[in-house]
């Protein structure tokens, strides 16, 4: 799969921090420039918030985080950049003086992608040398939470150019979707826009308020939408008949005189004070820090929701989050540098996201067989029991499973799970798993697993492979110098 090396972003305000964001956290290094007197603590901000994010979005192993450097000049930014993203303010005239001098800078090879959420491409090419290689790479806000990125290339922009990009996204966990033509604002901008204006006139109109209209949104079609979309949302509303059924029963419905996307709203200052103030009733005191929080926990828990629908394989953002993990951990979920056998194994470093908790703010019992399932999952592939292994048709299945609940995991803690291995043989392995409080370092539950090794085909217990079992028996063997674990071979209901 092709990756990014070495990024660079041009501009580090809300958009361009979140890219910042996006390749730091995917391992990548990036070099920025920003002449703003407060870019560093405005990227530091968004980087803080990035990173309690992404340890509540995945459990999977990150890479080592890219190294952040600020540059002088935007020529040292660009050196050696394999992906260069302008994230300057929405102004022609500077982002093209800002994309041409990239242009000269950059090596050849490089790409270099616009966060414009509206400016045609072949506008921002004008003045370039290289025009083939500069594309629209238009984000979403938290950019390095939402997955989307609409592709879109200008006149002189190379086919090579659109799939090198396409192909980039991936790895750093996004969704590019390539816009076959350009047009102004793209195509999620003008559908936005569209509802934009509507909201606007119904709030004019004292209709409702900015409050109630958010709330129609997002305890609706908003959910909706969050997992399917449009067009396949309407499609359900066809029913059995499908989408065809829809569009004759509803199509008529757009003849009627409901909106006024076509006449736009005179934002006067009467009307800006009424919505201000009217946001400022809804924001409740909350800083723009604590709504981004919010709203990242929030998405958080969706996508983490998301990830695990559809019988476990996902669907829409949360496949992609998925395939992502998967990603990670292939490159990081197998031998552990400098990892110490001769104590019980430290596998899994998390933190309890807001999707894994009950209305007391403490984590649901499934979740815990989550984690300590994760557990097992990274013994295995310790051992080589990982994703090629089990498309291959052999696995360790979990047959018997005891978990003690001795503490309780709140909203936001880190926390961290060991395993140690109490017995093993060719088909066996019996393991003793326990979930810390990484502060304290308390254990906060235990689990007691046994696994068979077996022939998914066959559907029976076979003896592991020789490949297997020798990088199982060093682990096993140093293990069996431990004490055994307390609670180990307890039942449901024993005394202490």
């Known amino acids: 799969m092709t990756k990014i090396n070495k990024a660079a972003c041009i501009g580090g305000g809300v958009i361009g921090g979140g890219w910042i964001a996006r390749f730091l956290l995917a391992g990548i290094d990036v070099d920025v420039y920003d002449p703003h007197p407060e870019a560093k603590r405005i990227v530091g901000e968004v980087l803080a918030n990035a990173g309690k994010a992404y340890a509540m979005l995945t459990g999977a192993p990150l890479p080592p985080h890219g190294k952040l450097t600020f540059r002088d000049t935007?020529?040292?930014?660009?050196?050696?950049?394999?992906?260069?993203?302008?994230?300057?303010?929405?102004?022609?005239?500077?982002?093209?003086?800002?994309?041409?001098?990239?242009?000269?800078?950059?090596?050849?090879?490089?790409?270099?992608?616009?966060?414009?959420?509206?400016?045609?491409?072949?506008?921002?090419?004008?003045?370039?040398?290289h025009p083939e290689r500069l594309f629209v790479a238009h984000p979403y806000n938290p950019v390095y939470l939402l997955p989307l990125v609409e592709i879109v290339g200008g006149e002189k922009t190379s086919a090579a150019t659109i799939q090198a990009a396409m192909e980039r996204l991936p790895p750093i966990g996004m969704k590019g979707v390539h816009i076959a033509k350009e047009i102004e604002a793209f195509v999620g901008d003008r559908l936005l826009e569209a509802l934009w204006r509507e909201?606007?006139?119904?709030?004019?109109?004292?209709?409702?308020?900015?409050?109630?209209?958010?709330?129609?949104?997002?305890?609706?079609?908003?959910?909706?939408?969050?997992?399917?979309?449009?067009?396949?949302?309407?499609?359900?509303?066809?029913?059995?008949?499908?989408?065809?059924?829809?569009?004759?029963?509803?199509?008529?419905?757009l003849q009627w005189n409901w909106t006024k996307l076509m006449d736009v709203v005179d934002l006067d200052d009467a009307l800006?004070?009424?919505?201000?103030?009217?946001?400022?009733?809804?924001?409740?005191?909350?800083?723009?820090?604590?709504?981004?929080?919010?709203?990242?926990?929030?998405?958080?828990?969706?996508?983490?929701?998301?990830?695990?629908?559809?019988?476990?394989?996902?669907?829409?953002?949360?496949?992609?989050?998925?395939?992502?993990?998967?990603?990670?951990?292939?490159a990081g979920g197998g031998e552990k540098q400098g990892l110490d056998v001769t104590k019980p194994l430290r596998l899994i470093d998390t933190k309890v996201s807001p999707a894994w908790v009950d209305y007391n703010g403490h984590m649901t019992e499934h979740r815990y067989l989550q984690v300590f399932g994760d557990t097992s999952d990274a013994l295995l592939r310790l051992?080589?029991?990982?994703?090629?292994?089990?498309?291959?048709?052999?696995?360790?299945?979990?047959?018997?499973?005891?978990?003690?609940?001795?503490?309780?995991?709140?909203?936001?803690?880190?926390?961290?799970?060991?395993?140690?291995?109490?017995?093993?043989?060719?088909?066996?392995?019996?393991?003793?798993?326990?979930?810390?409080?990484?502060?304290?370092?308390?254990?906060?539950?235990?689990?007691?697993?046994?696994?068979?090794?077996?022939?998914?085909?066959?559907?029976?217990?076979?003896?592991?492979?020789?490949?297997?079992?020798?990088?199982?028996?060093?682990?096993?063997?140093?293990?069996?110098?431990?004490?055994?674990?307390?609670?180990?071979?307890?039942?449901?209901?024993?005394?202490?």
């Open 74 to 129: 935007l020529e040292a930014a660009v050196e050696g950049a394999d992906w260069i993203q302008e994230s300057v303010p929405e102004r022609l005239d500077l982002k093209r003086n800002v994309l041409t001098q990239i242009d000269a800078a950059a090596k050849p090879d490089a790409l270099i992608g616009s966060s414009t959420s509206g400016l045609l491409p072949t506008d921002l090419q004008r003045d370039m040398r």
């Open 199 to 253: 909201a606007l006139w119904l709030i004019k109109d004292d209709i409702c308020t900015v409050e109630t209209l958010d709330d129609v949104i997002r305890y609706s079609f908003g959910l909706r939408w969050a997992q399917m979309g449009l067009f396949q949302t309407y499609r359900i509303a066809g029913g059995e008949a499908g989408m065809r059924h829809f569009l004759a029963q509803f199509g008529p419905a």
């Open 272 to 330: 800006v004070e009424k919505i201000g103030q009217q946001s400022d009733e809804q924001a409740d005191g909350l800083s723009i820090r604590e709504l981004e929080r919010i709203r990242d926990e929030n998405l958080v828990g969706i996508l983490q929701s998301l990830k695990g629908s559809h019988g476990g394989k996902g669907w829409g953002a949360g496949k992609l989050l998925k395939d992502f993990e998967q990603q990670l951990w292939a």
């Open 383 to 496: 051992i080589g029991v990982d994703l090629d292994y089990v498309e291959r048709g052999h696995s360790y299945y979990t047959v018997e499973t005891h978990i003690r609940h001795l503490g309780e995991a709140k909203l936001g803690q880190a926390i961290h799970s060991t395993c140690q291995i109490i017995g093993s043989d060719e088909k066996r392995l019996h393991v003793f798993h326990a979930l810390h409080d990484s502060a304290s370092g308390d254990v906060i539950a235990t689990a007691e697993q046994m696994l068979l090794h077996v022939d998914a085909k066959a559907g029976r217990a076979v003896a592991a492979p020789e490949e297997v079992l020798a990088k199982l028996r060093p682990i096993a063997a140093a293990h069996a110098a431990l004490a055994m674990p307390d609670g180990a071979g307890r039942h449901v209901g024993q005394k202490r």
